[in-house]
């Protein structure tokens, strides 16, 4: 079983910048890749970006692509999310998770993700 923990989330002006982590524990050497998702009130839960765990490849959604940066640190067993020049429209709870199966390409469907932390909100205020 794995853990997944997310951090950093708040309230910042559009414009600003947070860093976002999700701490993995357990077991975490079955992981092939980690995603963030969002979800905003009365909304789809939605794909924002994905690392694979080795190697490092990124796949990121058109709305946040050049903003957003996902990165990780294996010895640390977290991954990150660098949130630049935030849109009050990234308004929403984001949520870190795993994908276990290797795919060819990074998945963006959330039913390909099988463990989720427990979300940290993000406001961005005008």
């Known amino acids: 079983q794995v853990q997944l923990v997310e951090s950093g989330g708040g309230l910042v002006q559009a414009g600003g910048s947070l860093r976002l982590s999700c701490a993995a524990s357990?077991?975490?050497?079955?992981?092939?890749?980690m995603g963030w998702f969002r979800q905003a009130p009365g909304k789809e839960r939605e794909f924002v970006a994905a690392?694979?765990?080795?190697?490092?490849?990124?796949s990121y959604a058109d709305s946040v692509q050049g903003r957003f940066t996902i990165s990780r640190d294996n010895a640390k067993n977290t991954v990150y999310l660098q949130m630049n020049s935030l849109k009050p429209e990234d308004t929403a709870v984001y949520y870190c998770?795993?994908?276990?199966?290797?795919?060819?390409?990074?998945?963006?469907?959330?039913?390909?993700?099988?463990?989720w932390g427990q979300g940290t909100q993000v406001t961005i205020s005008s």
């Open positions: 690392i694979r765990w080795s190697g490092g490849t990124t």
């Open positions: 998770a795993r994908d276990i199966v290797f795919r060819r390409v990074l998945s963006i469907r959330r039913e390909d993700y099988d463990y």
């Open positions: 357990g077991r975490t050497f079955s992981v092939d890749a």
